[in-house]
């Protein structure tokens, strides 16, 4: 099997599974019991905040605990808005975020609030000058993806906290999801507020994450209940889902120093070997993108066609993003980056993790080229 489908989600590291069985068994009290099985299943909760701290070189007070990337979005966005919208109605983001920020906005925009969704180049960035030009006196938030994770684009976030630090009342809020373990990002260093991560996106379990909220910031919680985590996001803890996404995130950053200039290899071949095919048409930038992902669509060719067809080969990849993916709708990052509809309706998703090789890369290209003829044969034989 050669699976390419890496941004929709990781395979579990071994360890990985191993911790969260252990911990299921050995340590399965509630977090807050105050009997001595509860006092050290939160220990090893404080043990996993201080770790995923020091990798992510930010405070163990800054991390909440939340069942993933949407949550974590949800939480940033929505809480955000509740919480300081006594200093303004005004929200800026991008038309190419992932739908858990779109929907979060959209739902915002009926309860009042105005959404500037600042439009991206063909390569999938946005122009900071219109940044600046969009930021009013009632803005209290900009909410924008790292990695985008369709074509793999990257945001100036650096540039974009340089021009929000000058608006104190504005925060920043960043979707690291995609990022992380593949493309770093200091939150201090660029003035970010919120930040939001997914353990299965970097070989963790499903149902795990976090959310960075810079130290001294308030915001309204979506989940009330059991005062856990600092009354922002009650509910139980998943102990043993948190162990592991604190080794997923220390074993995928060891890899990231080791195995990146591989990843950026793998991507290199199968890009050279698609440059060599006139049907296919590349929209990935090949600068300011993330090393792991490659969207490119193959002209005249339904892409779940394409999928279903090279899974016949044991072969996995994806047409958009997994949360998109089973509703007919064509890619709005695709279509916002300028790619003609039709076109985009052939994309295709391949997702690179430090596992895959450069002769899994081979593989997949001989098999598409064959694809490409075996399906055109088919089309021309239709015709007749």
């Not at 009997?35 to 701290?53: S, Y």
């Not at 669509?297 to 339904?302: A, E, L, P, T």
């Amino acid at each position: 099997m050669i699976y390419f489908d890496n941004s929709a989600t990781t395979k579990p590291y071994k360890e990985v599974i191993e911790s969260f069985v252990k911990v299921s068994n050995d340590y399965f009290a509630n977090p807050s019991s105050l009997h001595k099985l509860g006092g050290q299943a939160e220990g090893l909760i404080n043990q996993a905040r201080n770790q995923l701290a020091q990798l992510l070189n930010i405070k163990p007070r800054e991390i909440y605990f939340t069942s993933g990337g949407t949550e974590s979005n949800n939480l940033a966005i929505k809480g955000s808005a509740m919480m300081y919208k006594n200093r303004g109605n005004h929200i800026i983001s991008t038309t190419i975020e992932h739908p858990s920020i779109r929907e979060s906005l959209e739902q915002l925009k009926g309860q009042g609030f105005e959404i500037t969704y600042l439009p991206v180049t063909s390569e999938g960035r946005i122009n900071i000058k219109e940044l600046k030009e969009s930021i009013r006196e009632e803005t209290i938030l900009v909410s924008m993806i790292h990695v985008n994770n369709e074509v793999g684009s990257i945001q100036p976030i650096r540039e974009v906290g340089e021009i929000l630090k000058k608006y104190p009342k504005i925060l920043f809020h960043v979707d690291h999801v995609q990022g992380v373990t593949k493309v770093p990002l200091d939150f201090h260093e660029c003035g970010i507020d919120l930040c939001s991560i997914s353990a299965h996106k970097f070989h963790g379990l499903k149902g795990n994450g976090l959310l960075f909220i810079r130290e001294g910031l308030r915001i309204s919680p979506l989940l009330t209940g059991g005062n856990q985590e600092w009354t922002i996001r009650s509910g139980t803890e998943n102990v043993a889902g948190i162990v592991a996404m604190a080794k997923a995130l220390r074993l995928s950053t060891e890899k990231m120093e080791k195995e990146l200039p591989n990843v950026v290899n793998v991507k290199k071949i199968i890009i050279e070997e698609l440059k060599k095919e006139n049907e296919i048409i590349i929209h990935t930038p090949f600068e300011n993108s993330a090393p792991h992902i490659l969207n490119f669509s193959i002209k005249g060719f339904k892409s779940e066609v394409v999928v279903h067809a090279l899974e016949e080969s044991n072969i996995f990849v994806s047409t958009t993003s997994a949360c998109s993916s089973k509703i007919k709708t064509v890619s709005h990052t695709l279509l916002g980056m300028g790619v003609d509809e039709e076109i985009a309706k052939s994309a295709i998703r391949i997702s690179l993790s430090f596992e895959n090789t450069d002769v899994e890369a081979r593989k997949v290209i001989k098999a598409l080229q064959q694809t490409i003829q075996k399906l055109g044969r088919t089309m021309i034989n239709n015709e007749v």
